[in-house]
Nanobody, 122 residues
């Protein structure tokens, strides 16, 4: 099970930290990814991380402003969102990939959380 939280409403230039709490499976056996879906658009990958592989991967358009990290003691993956812009408004989802591919293809992700809403106003 994955539980995403931390979303909210901020003004442009603001920051949020999203959390994805993982339970029910071994945290280090999976890569955890963040995806987002804006109104009227397809879902897109943001970033993913694997403790066992020891690396993170970012979609090109997400590099620089967003940072993914994990706390294996708490079984939580974080997504720090900085310098937010109205185009970042979306529902953000976390998901788990048992193959730890560190790719952002939705079909690789077996488990999905319910999503958390991020709204950025100008």
């Amino acid at each position: 099970q994955l539980q995403a939280s931390g979303g909210g409403s901020v003004q442009a230039g603001g920051s949020l930290r999203l959390s994805c709490a993982v339970s029910g499976f071994a945290f280090d056996d999976y890569a955890i990814g963040w995806f987002r879906q804006a109104p009227g658009k397809d879902r897109e990958g943001v970033a993913c991380i694997s403790n066992s592989v020891g690396r993170a991967y970012y979609a090109d358009s997400m590099k620089g402003r967003f940072t993914i990290s994990s706390d294996s003691a708490k079984n939580i993956v974080y997504l720090q969102l900085n310098s937010l812009q109205p185009d970042d408004t979306a529902v953000y989802y976390c998901a788990a990939d048992r193959w730890r591919t560190l790719e952002l293809r939705e079909g690789l992700y077996e488990y999905w959380g319910q999503g958390t809403q991020v709204t950025v106003s100008s």
